[in-house]
């Protein structure tokens, strides 16, 4: 069964400083991997996916996130960050060969100081 | 529509009743899954659409859970004889790609804001 586990529940950053979210997975596959963002009273919404096609993965809003193999890790990052990158993070898995039966980690909450 | 659709927005129940959760997926997307999300956690799978073929409902936590899309657009989480176990936020999600084709394509899952449950 595949599995995600996200280190840190709360992480707070100030602007303009490193975005740094972790991500470690689990799967008897070769996994396909998401990031998705939750902004109060919304939807999630896709920031990125790996699908094997590269390891370094862009996403929207300036984040990307690089898939190890050897560490079985797929951390999300952003250079430089602003207000409104204050939201809920969540590492997702796929069930098989990047259908959208996730299994999602239990989330990172993202705070920016000024 | 522009996105996926849920309502209501709010549900307050009382411990024994049913309730009824409804989405509509962007037109003319063929899959839609639900969602579980407790409050803290991350979003659990609870079932999957494809048109109106309920293809996986291995997520259901019990047989109070039933969810239905007869013409394959609009679908409907039910909820029999609620219990306080039931609160959260269930969420529907839809997306124009068939789960059962390989390989992945580029087509993203759609979410809507959610149904936030809460059992008294």
Redesign the interface.
């Known amino acids: 069964a595949q599995s995600v586990t996200q280190l840190g ?1 709360h992480v707070s950053v100030s602007e303009g400083a490193l975005v740094l979210l972790r991500c470690n997975y689990s799967s008897s596959v070769p996994p ?1 991997l998401f990031w ?1 963002v939750q902004y109060p ?6 920031l990125l996916k790996y ?1 094997s096609a590269a390891t370094l993965v862009k996403g929207i809003n300036g984040f990307e996130a690089e898939f190890k193999k050897s560490e079985t890790s797929f951390h999300l990052t952003k250079p430089s960050a602003h207000m409104s990158d204050a939201a809920e993070y ?1 590492c ?1 898995v ?1 069930d098989w ?11 990172t909450r993202l705070t920016i100081i000024p | 529509g522009a ?2 659709s849920q309502s209501p927005r709010y549900k307050v129940a009382k411990r024994g009743q049913d309730v009824a959760l409804r989405c509509d997926p962007i037109s003319g997307h063929v ?1 839609l ?1 639900w969602y579980q999300q407790a409050l ?6 609870l079932t ?1 659409f494809q048109n109106e073929a309920q293809l ?1 409902k291995s997520g259901l936590p019990s047989d109070r859970f039933f969810a239905e899309r007869p013409e394959g657009s609009v679908s409907t989480l039910k909820i029999q004889r609620t219990q306080q176990e039931d609160s959260a936020v269930y ?1 529907c ?1 839809s ?1 124009s ?1 068939e ?2 084709v ?3 394509t580029n087509e ?7 149904t936030q449950l809460s059992v008294l």
């Open positions: 529940s396909y998705y009273n919304q939807g999630l919404q896709l699908t969540f997702a796929s060969y990047g259908n959208e039966k996730l299994t999602f980690g239990t989330g | 996105g996926v899959s899954f803290g956690q991350g979003p659990e799978f999957y996986d969420l999600a997306s790609r789960m059962t390989f390989p992945a993203k899952l759609f979410f809507g804001s959610g």
